[in-house]
């Protein structure tokens, strides 16, 4: 019988087996976590080879990532046995730029074309706005690249886009658009977006190219098809078109990249796309326990834009997922680590545990904890925290104060942000140091007392060797975060961000937030050197097994056996983004990463909230998020160790909270007294840290929280930098501020004393 050829086809279940032997014609395999889709590709493509339908050069097998590319490259290997080098099996891009240096001449390149990088990309369109003579102050170049990613996402040529799409340099965007094309034409480059908008351009200009690829993709398997863009899913009905053997896989609900452009309805053209395809789905999860199931399709059933399916898994029986409410972040990373080690003592292996969070700050407290208690971690698919651009160039300023000849420090935020300082200042400095055997710093301090630097750089660098000055008389007085707070300020450096209208600058305008707030656990600035050296010491050892922790975003496609889930509170998850959105789009996506978060758990999920959270600067209650309302009851377990805060039990129903900061009476519990007490004596001179309701009969005394100082539009100030001056504006805890001496400046309010 042929059967004993096949003995990867046994292991699959009727639907599966279907979606694997159905090799001609189109088909959708449209099927929840954990039910093997990937799977049914990987053995498809094995398959596919192993019955001779085609040589492996006429398959075409995309991925999501290059991680999953060549975890599956590896899987067919190990289901046939033999090689399956020659198969064009990759992401979008790296097929895209494989098929694009065969026929570079014909989109106007040479076949070395160079591809250009983020910063690379920034620079050309710098140059560009200012040789047509935009203010890039206004119209930063960054904002502008994410415009322009946003069309080629679409798939859009500068012909394609209309006239006033954007508004960015007031309706000039479609021209300048067009003029960055032609540049990287005469640089013989591409940025990312070219890899594929070139690729169906070529396709679309020249039919024999297309034809060719035709003939000779006779096969083409898609995963994650869910979130495929516009110019993806151009691309592939282009290709698709000729042999019309094309298995995509997918899921509705896992579709959690709409807001790069990723377009959930591709799934539904499928059918109108290519008539006759066989839809097909699959219902058996083999990855989660029942509770886990349950939990996830419960919080799922809460979005009404979905297909709507059902899962079932044959071990029905496990642990519940667990919900657990912590004081804080730093709680929660110390539980998590310990729920940890207890797992690691009863045989686990780290390997099989992951930390999924939703935003890159929350990463922070889990790398400071496992540090701490030595816990190999890795940060999957990221920049670990204190490796970030935006800490690094903080922590260089810092490292400066504390100690001035580190040359590497200095040269690295010199000129960050721009101050006019470029690479002939920098030389020259470097000449002085040589010769002089001195530092940079050294140097620069000798340089501005001399006619050697035209009169901008000079009097710019002597301002900033003024700063350092300042700065270094204060260090001792000021806990170190503060003094970060004052040199991040007033260096410009937050500044900078908040200028800058790229879509990545709220996030680094939080973790630089997050960094001064970790800076609290540290008495003297040394102390907070010495634990970043550790944490970058601790990037170079490599232990085999080791925790993972990752976005949510991250972790699609991937299973552990133990899977925690931090931050599940509303405005960290669902983001406060989310929620400010009107209509529910932006909800239903974070609906949906919750729910690839818990399917990514084979048997052990854990939710935690906390029950304070330092948001934007201030403390607030975590409210428990609305997901955790939504999971169903009878699949979770709700720890309230404390019995004071957080869990059902504990606070009377979630989302009970009181959240008036700085007004009026309220009723502390003895841990919320503490954690304010340590919050004051670093430095917090607000108050206004509000907490959750306390519970009946808990409260150890009443105290009225002090009302942080409010001021008025008008109102005379003494600042310690800028002297007197008037207010202009209130933003929270910013104060913008017309200085007699200075000018307009934005500052800390803590900062301003009433004159
Ligand atoms: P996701 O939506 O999360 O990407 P998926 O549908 O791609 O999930 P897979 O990752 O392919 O699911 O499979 C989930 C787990 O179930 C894997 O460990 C896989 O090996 C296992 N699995 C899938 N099908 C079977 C089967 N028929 N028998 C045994 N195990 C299976
Ligand atoms: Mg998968």
């Known amino acids: 019988r042929g059967e004993a050829r096949f003995p990867y086809l046994e292991t699959l279940n009727p639907p599966q087996r279907q979606a694997v032997e159905a090799l001609d014609g189109p088909v959708l395999v449209l099927a929840g976590a954990g039910t093997g889709k990937t799977r049914v590709l990987t053995t498809r493509l094995a398959h596919l080879l192993n019955l001779g339908k085609a040589r492996p050069w006429e398959v075409l097998a995309v991925t999501f990532t290059n991680k999953a590319a060549r975890e599956m490259h590896d899987r067919v290997g190990q289901l046939i046995g033999q090689a399956v080098e020659g198969v064009w099996l990759g992401t979008f891009h790296a097929i895209g730029v494989r098929i694009l240096r065969r026929h570079a001449e014909l989109v106007g390149r040479t076949s070395g074309f160079t591809i250009l990088d983020d910063d690379d990309q920034q620079r050309l369109i710098k140059q560009l706005l200012e040789a047509e003579n935009i203010d890039v102050k206004r119209w930063p170049p960054r904002a502008f690249a994410s415009v322009i990613d946003g069309w080629k996402n679409k798939g859009l040529t500068p012909a394609k886009v209309q006239e006033g799409d954007s508004g960015f340099a007031d309706g000039k965007a479609k021209a300048l658009y067009k003029l960055y094309q032609d540049r990287l034409q005469t640089l013989n480059a591409c940025d990312f977006g070219d890899l594929l908008l070139l690729t169906t351009e070529l396709f679309l200009n020249h039919p024999d190219v297309l034809a060719d690829y035709h003939r000779r993709f006779r096969y083409i398997l898609v995963d994650e098809y869910q979130d495929t863009n516009v110019a993806q899913y151009l691309w592939l009905r282009l290709l698709a078109q000729g042999a019309r053997n094309i298995c995509c896989v997918g899921d509705d609900d896992q579709s959690i990249y709409g807001w790069r452009g990723a377009e959930v309805g591709n799934i539904l053209k499928f059918e109108s796309d290519f008539p006759g395809a066989k839809v097909i789905r699959l219902e058996q999860n083999y990855r989660s326990t029942g509770p886990i199931l349950e939990a996830a399709s419960g919080l799922i059933a809460n979005n009404e834009d979905r297909l709507g399916k059902t899962l079932w898994t044959e071990v029905p029986d496990g642990e519940k997922l667990v919900v657990q409410g912590v004081w804080d972040g730093e709680e929660e990373a110390r539980q998590i680590g310990e729920e940890i080690e207890a797992l690691q003592r009863r045989g686990e292996s780290l390997s099989q545990v992951a930390i999924l969070v939703r935003a890159?700050?929350?990463?922070?407290?889990?790398?400071?904890?496992?540090?701490?208690?030595?816990?190999?971690?890795?940060?999957?698919?990221?920049?670990?925290?204190?490796?970030?651009?935006?800490?690094?160039?903080?922590?260089?300023?810092?490292?400066?104060?504390?100690?001035?000849?580190?040359?590497?420090?200095?040269?690295?935020?010199?000129?960050?942000?721009?101050?006019?300082?470029?690479?002939?200042?920098?030389?020259?400095?470097?000449?002085?140091?040589?010769?002089?055997?001195?530092?940079?710093?050294?140097?620069?301090?000798?340089?501005?007392?001399?006619?050697?630097?035209?009169?901008?750089?000079?009097?710019?660098?002597?301002?900033?060797?003024?700063?350092?000055?300042?700065?270094?008389?204060?260090?001792?007085?000021?806990?170190?975060?503060?003094?970060?707070?004052?040199?991040?300020?007033?260096?410009?450096?937050?500044?900078?961000?908040?200028?800058?209208?790229?879509?990545?600058?709220?996030?680094?305008?939080?973790?630089?937030?997050?960094?001064?707030?970790?800076?609290?656990?540290?008495?003297?600035?040394?102390?907070?050197?010495?634990?970043?050296?550790?944490?970058?010491?601790?990037?170079?050892?490599?232990?085999?097994?080791?925790?993972?922790?990752?976005?949510?975003?991250?972790?699609?496609?991937?299973?552990?056996?133990?899977?925690?889930?931090?931050?599940?509170?509303?405005?960290?998850?669902?983001?406060?983004?989310?929620?400010?959105?009107?209509?529910?789009?932006?909800?239903?996506?974070?609906?949906?990463?919750?729910?690839?978060?818990?399917?990514?758990?084979?048997?052990?999920?854990?939710?935690?909230?906390?029950?304070?959270?330092?948001?934007?600067?201030?403390?607030?209650?975590?409210?428990?998020?609305?997901?955790?309302?939504?999971?169903?009851?009878?699949?979770?377990?709700?720890?309230?160790?404390?019995?004071?805060?957080?869990?059902?039990?504990?606070?009377?129903?979630?989302?009970?909270?009181?959240?008036?900061?700085?007004?009026?009476?309220?009723?502390?519990?003895?841990?919320?007294?503490?954690?304010?007490?340590?919050?004051?004596?670093?430095?917090?001179?607000?108050?206004?840290?509000?907490?959750p309701k306390p519970i009946e009969g808990r409260a150890e005394r009443v105290e009225t929280v002090e009302a942080p100082r409010r001021f008025e539009t008008g109102e005379r100030v003494f600042h310690q930098k800028f002297g007197y001056g008037a207010v202009v504006a209130i933003d929270g805890n910013h104060l913008q501020i017309e200085f007699e001496k200075a000018g307009r400046k934005k500052v800390v309010a803590a900062f301003v004393d009433p004159a």
């Open 360 to 691: 890159t700050f929350q990463m922070r407290y889990f790398e400071d904890r496992f540090i701490e208690i030595g816990l190999p971690y890795q940060i999957v698919g990221g920049v670990r925290f204190y490796q970030r651009q935006e800490i690094k160039d903080a922590t260089c300023y810092l490292q400066i104060i504390a100690q001035p000849d580190n040359d590497l420090a200095f040269e690295r935020i010199v000129n960050t942000p721009k101050r006019g300082l470029g690479d002939a200042t920098v030389q020259k400095l470097h000449q002085i140091a040589r010769t002089a055997r001195q530092s940079l710093y050294r140097a620069a301090e000798a340089i501005v007392e001399t006619e050697e630097l035209g009169p901008k750089a000079r009097g710019s660098l002597k301002r900033l060797m003024e700063d350092f000055a300042r700065w270094r008389l204060q260090a001792p007085d000021l806990s170190p975060a503060e003094l970060a707070e004052v040199v991040l300020e007033e260096s410009g450096y937050t500044e900078m961000w908040q200028r800058d209208k790229s879509p990545q600058a709220p996030a680094k305008l939080d973790n630089l937030k997050e960094m001064v707030f970790a800076m609290e656990d540290h008495e003297t600035l040394a102390s907070y050197l010495e634990h970043i050296a550790l944490v970058q010491a601790n990037d170079a050892s490599d232990s085999t097994e080791k925790v993972s922790v990752m976005t949510l975003h991250a972790a699609k496609g991937l299973e552990f056996d133990s899977v925690f889930l931090p931050g599940w509170e509303e405005e960290v998850f669902p983001n406060r983004r989310a929620l400010e959105e009107t209509g529910t789009r932006g909800l239903e996506e974070e609906r949906r990463l919750a729910y690839v978060g818990i399917t990514r758990a084979r048997r052990r999920a854990y939710v935690f909230h906390a029950a304070n959270r330092r948001v934007f600067n201030e403390w607030r209650s975590g409210i428990p998020s609305r997901f955790i309302d939504e999971l169903p009851e009878q699949a979770v377990e709700v720890r309230t160790e404390t019995g004071l805060y957080g869990g059902r039990a504990a606070a009377g129903g979630f989302g009970e909270h009181d959240q008036r900061p700085g007004q009026g009476s309220f009723v502390y519990d003895a841990p919320w007294l503490a954690a304010t007490q340590r919050l004051k004596q670093r430095g917090y001179r607000a108050g206004g840290y509000a907490r």
